[in-house]
Every structure is written in C-alpha cells, then in structure tokens.
C-alpha cells in the first residue's frame, strides 16, 4: 500500500477481506510516512509467555483456519459499564482522641531474677563539676608541657645505710623533737646539696625577656597528696637547715595541707620539687616539671632487689629515682651529674659532713 500527502485531517483506505471490499477512515499520517502494511488486530487476552525450547522434535503446526470462520471466543470479561457502589457513611461521628492523650501500656513485669541479674550488669556514667583546685592543676601542668623541652634521666639508690641509720636513731629522734625520722629529710638535704654543685637546675629560663635567671637560694616544693588534690608547699632556704629542721617542716606543711589551711604564701615560689610517689607503692615513673621550676625529682618505691656488691650478689633495698629537666637549659651532663650527686649522700649521709 502506497499513500500520498494527506490534505485533510482523515486518510480513507480501502482494504480487502477476502473477496469484500472495506473502507477505513484513519487518523492522518505523518508527513515521513509513505509507504507501510495496514493489518488487522484483534484485541483479545494477552500472549502467554513462551514455553522454554526443548531437544524434541517440532510438531506440525496447527491448520490455518480459513478467512470466513468466526473468531474464537475471547476469555475476557465483560467490560463494566457502572461505577461500583460506594459504602454508606456513618450517622455520627467517630470518637477521636488526641496522641498526646493516649498513655503507653506498661510491660509486663520481668522475673525477679532477670531484674536482679540486669540491676548487677547495669552500666551508669554520672558527672562532676571540676573544683577549682583541680583546674588550676590541670592548667598548669599543661602549660609545663606545652612549654618545656622535658627529659627525664634515671638511677637506682641503694638505701642501705639510711634504713640502717632511721632504724638505729628513729626511737631517739621521736623521743626528743615528737616527730617522725622519715628518708624524705634525706632526699630533700641531698637535693640542696646537690643543687649547690649544678647551679643550672635551680635556675629558671624568664621566657618574657629571653633571660636566665639564677637563684642563689635554694626553696624546694614537696608534693602532697591531699582529697582535694595533689599540693605542693614550699620548703624555704633548705641549704641552712639539718635533718631535723628538714622533718619539722615537712610535717607542719603536711598538717596544714590535710586541715586545708594552706595559704597562698605556703606554695608560692619554689626553685626545685620533689615527688614521692614511693609512698603510694610506685615502682617507677617520670614526673612532671612544676612551672616556674627547671627540674623535678621524682621518689619511688623501696624494694629487695639483687645487686652486684664486692663481686658478690647481695639482696638490697634499692629505690628508682628519676629527674625530670627542662633540656632547654639543662643538659644531660648536668643532670646526670645532679642524680648521682644526690645518690652519693643518700646513700652515705657522711658525705654531707665532708662538703663533698
């Protein structure tokens, strides 16, 4: 079939159907359509989908029926010509309820022993406001790392003779002054001590004027361990004091700190530190610098260690000390200098009698 340019907005097509005549009136074509096959389709239910091919052989396909037999019966429906029903309002209206109003139903309750064994694994967290103590710690000792050039060198004090020495004379020393002979007086004299030969680690770097500032008197800081927190009062002018002095003061400060009635005046300064943290049962640790100062020494624990003595293997009591430095100022042969200075006196107290 052929056609033309439609003028109008209908195409009139004559078909053949076997041996009658029919004419279709379509709508018209595109302009690009010119030739093309008119069939005829018959609207009926959609093909089944095809059965997968098999190995058989194909059958002979079905006799074609002629152009006169009637089409097979469509197995579609009736079209519905009517608008199906629709369902009768309610009279009145449904009760409603707001959500808010609508409480939820409580769960049944669990076996006694599921609630005791789930209060046993509960885990709870709770939060407390940091005291201003503690800030002020936190501060500073941020501000130390922050600033500092930190190193820490160690070594090892056999206390051996101190023991034997506080063993032989704490009855006496209590007896007389009414204070306890403590290693703490031993450590502190020996710092002074050394503190004299190594003028570095009592000196301080002023980072506003770029300056050195050396001290020729020598205020040693102790730590405390108080509830509120870790407290550091200042023992003054410790290069004119002896043991008992040294044991006085200690014990008056430690008095005031646990009766919180330390003043500002009572922690203010300080050239050096010393922390103990032997007392707590500490093996080893480095501490950390307490600003405006240079060093740190740090007390650990006494234990029995075996040690080699004259050739001999011999079960001491030996302590870890540590010093921590600011390295900017302070360099490392100084600050080994510094511990094996302190390790000297502790160890044999006659040292200090020598001005050795």
């Not at 501000?143 to 004379?169: H, W």
Request: charged share 25%.
């Amino acid at each position: 079939m052929k056609t033309k340019k439609p003028s109008e907005q209908v195409n009139v097509y004559a078909l053949r159907k076997g041996d009658e005549v029919v004419t279709v009136k379509t709508p018209a074509f595109a302009e690009s359509v010119t030739e093309g096959d008119v069939r005829w389709e018959k609207a009926g239910a959609p093909k089944a989908a095809e059965a997968p091919k098999s190995e058989a052989p194909a059958a002979a396909a079905p006799p074609t029926p002629s152009a006169g037999a009637p089409p097979p019966p469509s197995s579609v429906g009736p079209i519905p010509t009517a608008m199906p029903p629709v369902p009768p309002v309610p009279a009145h209206a449904m009760d409603t309820k707001p959500v808010s109003a609508i409480k939820p139903t409580a769960a049944p309750a669990a076996p006694a022993a599921q609630a005791e064994g789930g209060a046993k694994g509960a885990r709870t967290e709770s939060r407390v406001k940091m005291n201003r103590m503690r800030l002020r710690i936190a501060q500073r000792l941020k501000e130390a790392q922050n600033t500092c050039a930190m190193l820490t060198t160690f070594n090892e004090v056999d206390m051996s003779n101190i023991t034997d020495m506080r063993k032989t004379y704490k009855d006496a020393f209590l007896k007389k002054h009414n204070i306890k002979l403590g290693f703490m007086s031993a450590f502190v004299k020996a710092a002074a001590h050394a503190l004299a030969d190594q003028p570095a680690v009592n000196a301080v770097i002023d980072d506003t004027t770029k300056e050195i500032v050396y001290r020729d008197y020598v205020d040693i800081s102790v730590a405390v361990a108080t509830p509120k927190g870790l407290v550091v009062p200042v023992i003054r002018s410790v290069d004119g004091m002896n043991f008992t002095d040294i044991e006085k003061a200690i014990n008056l400060l430690g008095e005031k700190a646990r009766k919180n009635e330390l003043a500002v005046e009572d922690m203010d300064g300080g050239t050096f530190t010393i922390s103990n943290g032997g007392v707590f049962g500490s093996m080893f640790g480095t501490p950390i610098i307490n600003p405006p100062q240079s060093a740190i020494l740090g007390m650990h624990g006494i234990f029995d260690r075996p040690v080699a003595v004259g050739g001999k293997v011999e079960i001491r009591p030996m302590m870890y000390v540590a010093l921590t430095y600011d390295h900017r100022l302070i360099d490392g042969r100084e600050a080994v200098l510094f511990l094996r200075k302190i390790k000297s006196v502790v160890e044999d107290p006659r040292v200090l009698l020598l001005d050795m």
